[in-house]
């Protein structure tokens, strides 16, 4: 299940890479919503590394914490192409955000710690979002997590 608020441009990504029959509804929690073959929850919350920065001092541990709670597995999938400048802020692409890394990532410390069993990956760009999800869907239908 996709959330509806997900933009059109992940559907067509999914179809493309194979994920097919998928249905777009309102997700209380989360953007993308699998059960395995021993009716177990997963879902993804995606975020560009942009919203991941903005929504730091405000939403992101509300989410996830809302998210541990309603599944069995929740990963944090931070989405596009960033990195950190000599100065130590983090860069997307080749732009330089108003963000220093040591809050990116002591966020990211922060929620693995508070939610143990939360998992951060990471893609490129949204193909990328995109052909991770399919493994997971792949692997869901054949073993479970």
């Known amino acids: 299940m996709v959330d509806c608020y997900e933009p059109e441009i992940m559907h067509l990504s999914l179809t493309r890479v194979g994920v097919q029959d998928f249905l777009v509804a309102p997700l209380h929690e989360g953007d993308y919503y699998l059960k ?6 997963l879902v993804f919350e995606r975020k560009t590394i942009k919203d991941f ?7 992101v541990g509300s989410q996830i914490k809302r998210c541990v709670s309603a599944y069995d597995r929740v ?13 130590r802020h983090v860069t997307i692409g080749k732009s330089k955000q108003g963000w220093e890394a040591g ?7 922060a929620l693995q710690v508070t ?7 990471t893609s490129p ?7 991770l999800i399919e493994l997971f869907v792949r692997r869901a239908t054949a073993r479970g997590w």
């Open 53 to 59: 920065l903005a929504s730091i001092p405000s939403r």
């Open 115 to 121: 939610y143990p069993g939360l998992v951060v990956l």
């Open 36 to 41: 395995d073959m021993a009716a177990r929850s």
């Open 75 to 87: 990963i944090l999938l931070l989405e596009g192409n960033w990195g950190i400048s000599q100065d």
């Open 103 to 109: 809050p990116m990532w002591g966020k990211l410390y």
């Open 125 to 131: 760009d949204q193909m990328g979002s995109a052909r």
